[in-house]
C-alpha cells in the first residue's frame, strides 16, 4: 500500500513564503509524474505545478515566476516553494503522485492536503 502525508501549510501574510511537501511511502518501485493541485472556495480543483521523472516541470500561469516544484527520488518526497504569495493563492493544496509498484504500472494518488491561506 502507498500512502501519502502532505506538510507546511498555514497561514502566510501576502508576499511572503511557505513550502510544501509531500513524501510518498510503501512499497514503491518508482515515481514517475509528481505534482501540485489545488482548489479554491467555490472553484475547481487545479493544476499548480508538475515535474516529470526525467526534471521537466510545467506551472499554471498564474504561479510562473513565483511556484517552483522540485523532487527528492531519494525520499520519494515532491516539494512546491512559494514565494510572493498573494491572497487569491489561498487554497487547499493536494499533491498527486503517479507511481508504479511491484503490483501496479502507473496509478495515481492523493494527499489529504493542506490548507493555505494568504492575507492581505
Known amino acids: 500500500q502507498v500512502q501519502l502525508v502532505e506538510s507546511g501549510g498555514g497561514l502566510v501574510q501576502a508576499g511572503g513564503s511557505l513550502r510544501l511537501s509531500c513524501a510518498a511511502s510503501g512499497s514503491i518501485f518508482v515515481i514517475n509524474r509528481m505534482a501540485w493541485y489545488r482548489q479554491a472556495p467555490g472553484k475547481q480543483r487545479e493544476l499548480v505545478a508538475a515535474?516529470?521523472?526525467?526534471?521537466?516541470?510545467n506551472y499554471a500561469d498564474s504561479v510562473k515566476g513565483r511556484f517552483t516544484i522540485s523532487r527528492d527520488n531519494a525520499k520519494n518526497t515532491v516539494y512546491l516553494q512559494m514565494n510572493s504569495l498573494k491572497p487569491e493563492d489561498t487554497a487547499v493544496y493536494y499533491c498527486n503522485l503517479d507511481i508504479t509498484t511491484i503490483q501496479i504500472d502507473g496509478m495515481n494518488y492523493w494527499g489529504k492536503g493542506t490548507l493555505v491561506t494568504v492575507s492581505s
Open positions: 515535474v516529470t521523472s526525467s526534471g521537466s516541470t
